[in-house]
């Protein structure tokens, strides 16, 4: 049944959300705007506008999990102001901060109400009615044992199962949760812990939700997953399905026309993936494949369980099964024990492979991981020089990537609006943003596009063909 009432009625209550860190963190958070949405809630632009502000934390490195707690300061203060206009803010943090935390947070910052991990944000509803019966409870007087409500549990039943299905798509694209958790413990990371082990959602559930989401517009799917491609979900045919046998049956979809997955670990990259590569035309020549580091040496202290040559064997297969794929990586530089040399090992296999894109990082140390035990801890001076080093070989890999693309035309998924008037922005099919002039109108759709100069982290472009007659 339809609910007529007028949104100020229907939506009394107002929950802001801010995400950190991952793409599966986006996804998390927008799944639980729709679970609040169906108990009333509407999506706030600012705290200052909200009853509930959920932060969804990450806690890859040190950084990202300290600005939870200033944010958390902020939000505090807020709280102690409505207290004395007669109005609360209930404050949860979710995600994994909150699973690795727990307890500790609401001691570090008592205003937290609820703190609820990444596997159970389906039970936030039963969450925040103990949350507001302790809230009134604290205002009529009573003492309370314990302050906040935790859920930090890995429930035997899965989220999935339990969230709603998504209600809209941004502008064409969407995320698709496929994969979650980890189970192969490099000694750097803390997902293996705050994530769980790795779980495959069923084949049918996923194409179920992807066909949700083409209805609603999605012309455009990101698999996600920690691990995508370690996928094996049950499959309709009671078979286990691999991440290509999925892709296959996604590219069928009618509508769906660009398909990409994220992350990905080298030692699972099979030959079905990458013949995918090559077989499937909806399969964007995009791939994130991280390899952390050069070196050997390195990459066994890790616990990465592959080695550099396994690597750069798979890059040459992968170009041969889909010669303008875009290549991009991760990397750490500075983890314990890594000299000049193990260094000089990352920049040579940079080097050799040129990356169009790619993500790097200072080795941050994070409690309860192998690495943050290990000795030889590399100085922070050292991390910082080979960070510059590092990364301003791959902006130049990136720079020449862009230009090498300059007087292409090719077709390009229009996805904001740009900083400038009558600017639009829109990706690559190698997953860069181009910057052009058009309307808004075009905002979803992909339309061909001439580049006209390429940047470090962006190209130039501008309508070709009847894109741009029908935005004249
Ligand atoms: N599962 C993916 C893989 O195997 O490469 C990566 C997932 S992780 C969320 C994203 C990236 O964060 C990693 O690839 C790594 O480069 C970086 N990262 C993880 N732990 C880190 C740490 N302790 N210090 C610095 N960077 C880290
Ligand atoms: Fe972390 Fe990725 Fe290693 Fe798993 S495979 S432990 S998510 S870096």
Redesign the pocket.
């Known amino acids: 049944m339809t609910d007529v009432r007028p949104d100020s009625q229907r939506q009394r209550k107002r929950v802001f959300i801010r995400t950190y860190?991952?793409q599966m963190n986006v996804y998390d958070s927008d799944r639980m705007a729709d679970l609040l949405g169906s108990l009333g809630y509407g999506l706030a632009d600012s705290v200052e506008q909200a009853d509930l502000a959920v932060l969804n934390t990450?806690h890859?490195?040190?950084h990202a999990s300290e600005k939870v707690y200033s944010e958390l300061g902020r939000l505090r203060d807020v709280k102690q102001e409505r207290r004395g206009a007669g109005r609360d803010l209930t404050i949860a943090v979710a995600g994994c901060v909150a699973q690795a935390e727990g307890e500790e947070m609401v001691r570090r910052q008592p205003a937290v109400d609820i703190v609820v991990g990444p596997q159970a944000y389906h039970r936030l509803p039963e969450l925040l009615a103990e949350a507001e019966r302790k809230a009134a409870l604290k205002r009529a007087g009573k003492r309370l044992p314990g302050a906040g409500v935790l859920d930090t549990d890995f429930p035997a039943e899965s989220k999935f199962d339990h969230l709603p299905a998504p209600h809209g798509v941004r502008a064409g694209s969407a995320f698709l949760s496929i994969q979650e958790g980890?189970d192969?413990f490099?000694t750097?990371?803390?997902?293996p812990y705050t994530r769980g082990a790795e779980y495959s959602r069923p084949a049918a559930a996923v194409l179920a939700e992807a066909r949700t989401l083409v209805a609603a517009g999605a012309i455009e799917i990101t698999l996600l997953g920690?691990?995508v491609n370690a996928y094996h979900g049950e499959g309709p045919d009671g078979a286990t399905w691999s991440l290509a046998r999925l892709i296959q049956a996604l590219a069928e979809i009618e509508g769906l026309a660009r398909l990409r997955y994220t992350?990905?670990?080298?030692r699972d990259m099979d030959d079905d993936l990458i013949a995918a590569h090559r077989d499937v035309p909806q399969l964007m020549p995009y791939l994130h494949?991280?390899?952390?580091s050069g070196s050997d040496r390195i990459l066994a202290a890790m616990n990465?369980r592959h080695g550099r040559d396994l690597f750069l064997g798979l890059v040459d297969r992968l170009r041969a099964a889909r010669p303008d794929l875009a290549l991009s990586s991760?990397?750490?530089v500075g983890?314990p024990g890594e000299s000049d040399a193990d260094f000089d090992a990352t920049m040579q296999l940079v080097d050799q492979v040129g990356f169009a894109s790619a993500?790097?990082?200072?080795?941050?140390?994070?409690p309860g991981?192998p690495?943050?035990a290990l000795p030889d801890q590399v100085p922070e001076a050292v991390k910082t020089a080979r960070l510059a080093a590092l990364q301003s070989l791959l902006v130049k890999q990136a720079r020449a990537f862009n230009q090498s693309k300059v007087g292409r035309i090719v077709p390009v998924l229009l996805a904001e609006i740009g900083r400038k008037p009558g600017q639009i922005v829109g990706k690559t099919p190698w997953l860069q943003s181009v910057h052009l002039e058009g309307t808004l109108r075009l905002i979803g759709r992909i339309a061909e596009v001439r580049l006209t100069a390429g940047h470090a982290n962006s190209l130039a472009g501008e309508l070709a063909g009847v894109a741009r007659e029908q935005a004249a």
């Open positions: 860190g991952c990450c890859i490195r040190e980890c192969k490099c750097f990371c803390v997902v920690q691990n992350t990905s670990h080298p494949l991280p390899v952390q990465r991760d990397f750490i983890f993500f790097s990082f200072k080795y941050s140390r994070r991981t690495g943050s």
